[in-house]
Each structure stands twice: as C-alpha cells, then as structure tokens.
C-alpha cells in the first residue's frame, strides 16, 4: 500500500526527537532519520496501511540497533535537552533532567521515549520495539525508578496508562 508522503512528513520531527534520544548527537540522529526515511520509501510496498507511525517508528529503533551496535560503544548523550521536552524550564533543571536520561540504558530509554515524549501506548511501544508488554511496562518503570534516583528522590508520577 503506497504510504502517504504528507503523514511521513508530518512523523519527522518526532523521529528526528527519538534519535537523538537514542544516539546522543545530531548528526547520528539525522543521519539515522535519513535512512530510515529511505527504508521506508524503498519498502513502502511491505507497508500494510495500518499504523504508519508504528511502522516508521521500528524501522528506526531497528536502524538505531545496528547504528548503536557497529559503533560499539556507547555515545555520551549530550543533545537529550530536545528530547526531554524542557526547553523552556529552568536551566539547572533541563541540566538535571538531561543527565538523568543520560544514565538510562538504551533498553530502558527506548520505550520511555516512545510513551512518555513520543504518546505510544505500551501495546505500540511494544509492537515497535518487537518485546513483550510486560517487558514494556517494567523497562519503564525501572526507568521511572531511575530517574527519580537521579533527579533526588523526586515523586515518581504515572507516565501513561495502559491502553
């Protein structure tokens, strides 16, 4: 089924919000986002027309997988102030808070971005990510547990329910 192009257009900006979460630079993250867009293009044909985002999402996660893993090493995080949606906050907090999702692991902070900055729910993150729900769910809350460590034992606040 031929993907509409306006919708792809539309996902860029959240795509280009999850890699650079991922990778930790701008232009991993970018470069990144340009192949998946290619993928997509080239593979529209296996797309089924049900979620496109969904299907973008895991083409990505997938490239960032084999980006992350020929690298092999971990790259510092240091452009998670994008991602972390506090832009407009007080400067020591978006410090605290981009530290914080610094120290998460890629298996912790790929299904928090996907819900709690991306708004998937944990079936979708689930779908995108190829795990189970339940594997989900307990990636995020040790990621929760995590960053309210980091973050000074700050209250630990529900990120979304389960749909």
């Not at 991993?28 to 299907?55: I, K, P, S, Y």
């Not at 997938?62 to 949606?85: F, H, M």
């Amino acid at each position: 089924m031929p993907i509409d192009r306006r919708e792809l257009e539309r996902l860029i900006p959240s795509l280009r919000r999850y890699a650079r979460g991922l990778a930790g630079d701008r232009a991993t993250a970018d470069d990144m986002v340009q192949d998946c867009l290619v993928r997509a293009l080239d593979r529209e044909r296996q797309f089924r027309g049900e979620n496109l985002a969904g299907w973008v999402f895991a083409i990505l996660t997938n490239i960032s997988r084999s980006t992350l893993r020929s690298a092999r090493r971990q790259p510092p995080r240091g452009d998670l102030d994008e991602v972390s949606g506090t832009t407009d906050a007080d400067p020591a907090t978006r410090v605290a808070i981009v530290a914080a999702l610094a120290g998460l692991s890629d298996e912790q902070l790929q299904p928090l971005l996907l819900t709690a900055v991306e708004g998937f729910s944990y079936r979708e993150t689930a779908d995108i990510l190829k795990i189970p729900i339940g594997t989900v769910m307990s990636r995020i809350s040790r990621a929760r547990t995590a960053l309210a460590e980091r973050l000074e034992g700050a209250p630990v606040v529900p990120i979304r329910r389960i749909k």
